[in-house]
């Protein structure tokens, strides 16, 4: 299967490509990044926001949105100068990862040990996940931030959609605000939060036919194929059936566009082929067919 994204040209459809930066340093230490900006690339980082650049090229930007955090507007510069286009970066708050101050530089086996019922509302219940912080008045907040997460999202889609309608724009920002981004769009409830996976560098694919209240469609999610990995790894503690779901290939009646409900329409010879690109790009995960 070919790396490139394959984006399928609609009217008046504004695309919005969703990617998350490359490994950072406290990635690879597992550690909790939040707003903390001290986190930078990796040499793996830096190499797979290249890839991700080699991927995007030919696809027209009206423009390239990032979080200010060094990890993220990093990845966005690598990415615009691989596909080499006359477009820079434009660092918005609204898009920065989710703050956790309580948390930020803390090793996740740290947070689990010091914080075990905060983190277990953070994983179950994201939707009822608090700190209690101390502001520097000394006045004591209760706060809220998957929820103040997904607030910025939706005021982020709010100002921007309008301003490229039926264009073409990428973001590249972090885990939690992209979580939000694509929940936010299709509607999705805070509560499935960490149903939402990002890996480092990934690529996802969202089309809207207006603002956020219209139709919002999905085109492609955690995307990893040009980073040469065909499916996401699995996010710990995570276990159980992983499965694939394919579309059929092309039929005559696909393409000239007559609906075919339960018709049994034969596959025409690009069909034919587009079913043997799934194959091989299958062949080596084992399937239990059982």
Not at 109 to 135: G, N, R
């Amino acid at each position: 299967m070919s790396n490139r994204v394959s984006l399928e040209d609609r009217t008046l459809a504004t695309t919005v490509i969703i990617i998350r930066h490359g490994q950072s340093t406290y990635n690879l230490e597992g550690r909790i990044q939040g707003q903390c900006d001290k986190s930078v690339l990796t040499d793996r980082g830096i190499a797979d926001a290249r890839k991700v650049g080699e991927a995007l090229k030919g696809v027209t930007f009206d423009a390239v949105y990032c979080s200010p955090l060094q990890r993220a507007h990093q990845t966005a510069r690598e990415i615009c100068a691989t596909i080499d286009v006359d477009i820079a970066p434009q660092p918005l708050d609204l898009i920065k990862e989710i703050d956790l101050p309580l948390w930020e530089e803390m090793l996740r086996s740290e947070v689990i040990a010091a914080y075990p019922q905060e983190y277990h509302a953070w994983k179950e219940h994201p939707e009822q996940f608090s700190m209690t912080v101390t502001a520097e008045n000394g006045e004591t907040i209760e706060r809220f931030p998957v929820l103040e997460l997904f607030d910025r999202a939706k005021q982020f889609w709010t100002d921007t959609l309008a301003k490229h309608d039926g264009k073409t724009i990428a973001i590249v920002a972090h885990n939690g605000i992209n979580r939000s981004l694509i929940a936010t769009a299709l509607k999705i409830s805070p509560r499935y939060y960490q149903s939402i996976q990002q890996s480092n560098c990934c690529i996802n694919v969202l089309k809207f036919s207006g603002g956020l209240t219209d139709t919002v469609q999905l085109e492609s999610l955690n995307q990893l194929a040009h980073l040469g990995n065909p499916f996401p790894t699995y996010r710990k503690p995570h276990h159980g059936p992983r499965i694939f779901l394919v579309r059929h290939g092309e039929t005559q009646w696909n393409r000239e566009s007559r609906f075919q409900g339960q018709i049994d329409i034969p596959l025409n010879e690009n069909g034919q082929a587009q079913g043997r690109k799934a194959a091989e790009f299958l062949k080596d995960v084992k399937l239990d067919l059982r």
